[in-house]
């Protein structure tokens, strides 16, 4: 399960759930020390612009092991295995071969540990729309990543998880991610170009991950939906306009769960709802506008985290992205669990 908490509620839902958590998303830096002896803490350097702080929780109803080295840190169960990798990109050393030697420890521990489907991904790291050695940082990154990818795997755009990469105001290269036992299935969206098959003006690498990733956890199918924003085909619409932006970043993750309850519906009779959202706003001053749009799709109740962080390209002013879930659970016999 993975759910936004209250700080001040804590301690209280951790003590109810000792040993089962997988990890707490600490955006802004709100956990105290005491939060931090349940779980993985990953903590992302991306002021929190909603109304109140909130920490993302994500347990299992199963006992959890967590393995820490160094800059590493899983924490898994039978089923699922969450990671975590911090580096700081040292002098000298570009971010193409920090990213390569990130993602290829990445690689190298998910197929040790057996987990070898990957369903999600998150990509944080400083300045994003900087210049190094004459290229976008992105660009960079894009190429350590697909980089990595191909050498583990011929046909790589078929196991591309979902993900998003966001600029932060931090000094650490951190990555994030979620993997399974059992494959995951990789959906794209109709209304966007895939994201690996961009065009080369957009850098010499295209970017590595799929529009949405399907991932059974914990009896429950899970639809991650990446990173979205304001991109149809592959070009950038509505550029200075964080409202129709915002309109544009829903309709796509719209039109990307009608083509995925479409294509379940004929297997499983299955459909989603909404769980979580999680929306990256470029300029502080764009956020009421932003957030009034999304409450008027969306509605008051719909848990969202606001965050202030800068997208992959200068004219996106924000980025959202979502957890689904399936309605119904699958009912299993009482065993072990
Ligand atoms: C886009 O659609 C917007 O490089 O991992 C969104 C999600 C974006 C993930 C990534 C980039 C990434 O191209 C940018």
Known sequence: MIQYIHPAQLSRILSDHSGHVLALVDYGKNLKELDRDEGLTMAIDLPQRGHGQLVEMWTSPHPVSICREKDVAFAFDDDILL?????????????????????????????????????????????????????????????????????????????????????????????????????????????????????????????????????????????????????????????????????????????LVDHANKELEKEFGQDFMLDLLKVYVRNIKDTKIVRETLEEHFGMEQPVLYLEGEMCRKDLLVEIEAIFRSKSQLKCKSGSN
């Open 83 to 255: 990671g975590s990798i911090e580096v700081s990109q040292k002098p000298h050393v570009s971010l193409e071969q920090t990213t390569l030697t990130v993602y290829q420890n990445i690689l190298r521990s998910i197929t040790n540990m057996g987990y070898i489907h990957l369903a999600r991904m998150w990509n944080y790291f400083p300045l994003i729309n900087a210049e190094e050695n004459k290229q976008e940082r992105y660009q960079r990154f894009c190429v350590g990543r697909h980089q990595a990818f191909s050498e583990h795997r011929e046909e790589f755009q078929a196991i591309l998880p979902a993900a998003s990469a966001i600029g932060t105001y931090g000094n650490l290269f951190q990555v994030y991610f979620v993997a399974g036992k059992i494959p995951s299935a990789h959906v794209e969206n109709p209304r966007q170009i895939s994201a690996y098959h961009y065009p080369k003006l957009y850098g010499t690498r295209s970017p590595s991950f799929a529009r949405g990733t399907l991932f059974t956890m914990q009896n429950t199918l899970y639809f991650f939906v990446s990173g979205t924003a304001s991109i149809v085909g592959h070009a950038t619409q509505h550029i200075d306009d964080p409202r129709e932006q915002t309109v544009e970043a829903i309709l796509n993750i719209q039109g």
